[in-house]
């Protein structure tokens, strides 16, 4: 005799691995990008919204996710909010800049119950930093950078969020070291909120996106 629960069985399966990565042990790293995919991701739903397309071996090496460059955010999101951690976790991925002048990567993120933006490469082209702190933008408060981004050249970019901190690498060198107590975070007001709960944008840009992965911070890190 057929079990009725048969045909839900690949539903519950699922459900249970998201479940399972919402609670997978410090340490644990999962990859975001298959290579492959866009599994687990959607093109963001901005109203400049270009293609996203994958590029299996781009120039000739690993694969990439590219995103064509719009006259405004382009960008790619997670379908798996509720499995995502909101904090105690690092983001790392490399980015590069195919064509355009302004940020090829606006990594919008979960911090408790809210989010930010960590802009590289924004307002012109050089401006590093968390959008918003205090309603101030990337561009100015405490986490404020600047420096020359080249075009066609991959970028290391590592992010920590911590329930006291947080803190950025570009090419392993410390972007920013930022403490978190008593400071207001948030989105920047406006369409960045379509790269919510996980997503990378450009804007006015032509970017490049591979070994994207996110880890799960032991506390005592």
């Known amino acids: 005799m057929k079990s009725h629960l048969a045909p839900l069985l690949p539903l519950l399966l699922l459900a249970l691995a998201g479940n399972l990565f919402a609670a997978e042990p410090a340490g644990a790293t999962r990859k975001l990008f298959d290579g492959a995919s866009l599994s687990g991701w959607r093109a963001s739903a901005f109203d400049s919204q270009a293609a996203v397309k994958i590029e299996p071996t ?27 951690p909101k904090t105690n976790y690092e983001i790392s991925l490399e980015a590069m800049r195919l064509a355009g002048g302004d940020f090829f990567c606006g990594l919008t993120f979960p911090v408790g ?21 205090d309603n101030a933008d990337a561009s100015e408060n405490e986490t404020t950078t600047s420096r020359n981004f080249s075009s066609d050249r991959w970028y290391k970019i590592r992010l920590r969020v911590t329930p006291k901190k947080l803190e950025a690498w570009i ?11 008593g400071r207001r975070l948030d989105l920047r007001f406006g369409e960045i909120k379509h790269s919510l709960p996980l997503g990378i944008a450009a804007y006015e840009t032509r970017a490049a996106l591979r070994d994207i992965t996110l880890r799960i911070v032991p506390p005592e890190e």
């Open 58 to 84: 781009f120039r000739g090496d690993r694969p990439a996710i590219i995103l064509e460059k719009s006259d405004h955010l382009s960008g790619i999101s997670r379908t798996d909010g509720e499995t995502l």
């Open 113 to 133: 119950d809210s989010a930010c933006t960590l802009v590289i490469g924004g307002w012109g082209g050089m401006v590093v930093g968390i959008s918003c702190i």
């Open 171 to 181: 090419d392993d060198e410390k972007a920013f070291d930022f403490e978190t107590e």
